[in-house]
């Protein structure tokens, strides 16, 4: 990973923190992933050889310039979906720091309408947005995943009441094998089988 690279993470690792600490509203914030849940989806991607990638929740492109850099190792490409303007544009200008813009597409609009009209499929998607969607989004991204594919949703510790039902759709689905992951907020794993 070159030098600029790290210090944009590192520098967006700060900014994410500090809103923390000043108890922004997580409305307005970037609500970034933790370091180790990025370099996690950055092994996972490259170990797995994806190279169709889907993120739903873009925001400032933390997460995204992880995601993109293996996804740029693997030759592939990375769409990334967010709804908000600003984040938009605060992505938008990192990827371009980061070298991710020709790996990286980023579509702004409302993801749930996005997914409908998408043709593609996906071997691997990064699933970070409001929790209440989360169920409706597997629900939406899951023909589109080829056998074999995964999903990684995040926050299932820290909003475990909100994604209990999420939580218990994947593990209970004969179509999927799933696992939590207890790094960061909470990753659930889930493969899909068949």
């Not at 690792?13 to 409305?27: H, L």
């Not at 490409?77 to 020709?102: H, S, Y």
């Not at 169920?135 to 589109?144: A, D, G, N, R, V």
Request: net charge negative; charged share 30%.
């Amino acid at each position: 990973m070159k030098i600029e690279v790290i210090d944009l993470l590192i520098d967006l690792e700060a900014k994410d923190a500090g809103e923390r600490v000043k108890g922004i509203p997580s409305s307005l914030r970037m609500r970034n992933i933790t370091p180790d849940v990025g370099l996690f989806l950055n092994i996972l991607v490259k170990a797995t050889k994806a190279t169709s990638i889907l993120e739903i929740g873009t925001s400032n492109g933390y997460s995204t310039i992880w995601l993109g850099l293996a996804t740029q190792e693997n030759n592939g490409q990375l769409i990334t979906l967010e709804v908000d303007p600003r984040k938009v544009k605060l992505a938008k200008e990192n990827l371009e720091k980061a070298g991710l813009v020709n790996t990286v597409k980023l579509i702004e609009g409302d993801a749930k309408e996005t997914l409908r009209i998408l043709e593609k499929e996906f071997d691997f998607v990064f699933l970070d947005a409001e929790k209440e969607d989360y169920l409706e989004f597997f629900h939406l991204i899951f023909p589109k995943l080829k056998i074999g594919g995964v999903i990684v949703a995040d926050n299932v510790i820290s909003h475990a009441e909100d994604l209990k039902e999420y939580v218990d759709f994947v593990r209970a689905n004969p179509n999927t094998q799933s696992v939590l992951v207890p790094i960061g907020r909470g990753e659930e794993l889930t493969l899909k089988i068949r």
